[in-house]
């Protein structure tokens, strides 16, 4: 910092340092009334989602509300999951450093950023250009070098990096796609939203000998995977 008379206190520069102290303090409170007070148990994934600046990955006009308990809007007409939602998938994927995570819709790559922190690396899939290419540009302002944006149907999963650790599908499927069945390794964790958008439910499906082990069925609501060949 520069002391001294000639230091000109615009807004821009006052608001730069005193953001990130009321962002941080707005995300300890997330963690501790939405996450720890609702079960989220997983020190690492507490602790990565207390330093992650989701106001970074939200439009300017919401970042006020970006550590509040709700989905916000993002571009293409596409939402950011609430808070909440993310810990809970990625905590049931119990990953460790070396694992290797699909992540299928990328939306604004807020929840990129957390796995990329928990994992050793992160393709993520987006079918939108634009929204790819902002949370690629996002990731890499912010300096999370171990993931691989990828613009494409996440539904088809991607076959040249796989099998994966893990499999993390942001957005509700009609059934769970094939393609990433397959590409989870023997005793792999997928965690996906399955059904129609009144009757959505997140389920965990584990691959034990080749076979699809679902053990979570829980209500939930997200926008749904398109898949550009059609049904799945
Ligand atoms: N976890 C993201 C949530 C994004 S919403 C976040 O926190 O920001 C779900 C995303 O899935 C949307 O961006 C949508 O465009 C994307 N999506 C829907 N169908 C898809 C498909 N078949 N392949 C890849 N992405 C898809």
Do not use: W
């Amino acid at each position: 910092m520069k002391p001294g008379p000639d230091r000109e206190y615009s807004e821009s520069v006052l608001a730069a340092e005193l953001h990130p102290e009321r962002f941080a303090v707005e995300r300890q409170h997330m963690v501790e009334t939405q996450l720890r007070a609702r079960g989220i148990r997983d020190p690492r994934l507490l602790n990565v989602m207390a330093s992650i600046p989701r106001h970074e990955f939200v439009e300017s006009r919401y970042r006020d509300q970006a550590y509040e308990d709700h989905p916000l809007p993002i571009a293409a007409g596409q939402t950011i999951s609430q808070p909440y939602i993310v810990a809970l998938m990625l905590e049931l994927l119990q990953l460790d450093f070396a694992s290797k995570v699909l992540e299928i819709g990328t939306g604004s790559g807020y929840q990129t950023a957390v796995l990329s922190k928990l994992a050793s690396h992160v393709y993520s899939v987006e079918r939108h250009s634009q929204l790819a290419g902002q949370a690629a540009d996002t990731l890499s302002r912010l300096g999370f070098a171990n993931v691989s944006v990828v613009t494409g149907d996440g539904s088809m999963g991607l076959a040249q990096h796989a099998p994966f650790d893990a499999i993390v599908v942001s957005a509700a499927a009609a059934e769970i796609p094939p393609a990433l069945f397959d590409q989870l390794r023997e005793g792999g964790r997928m965690i996906i939203p399955v059904g129609p958008p009144e009757a959505q439910e997140l389920q965990l499906v584990r691959k034990h000998a080749g076979k699809a082990l679902i053990s979570l069925r829980e209500g939930c609501r997200f926008v749904p995977l398109i898949s550009d060949a059609g049904s799945p």
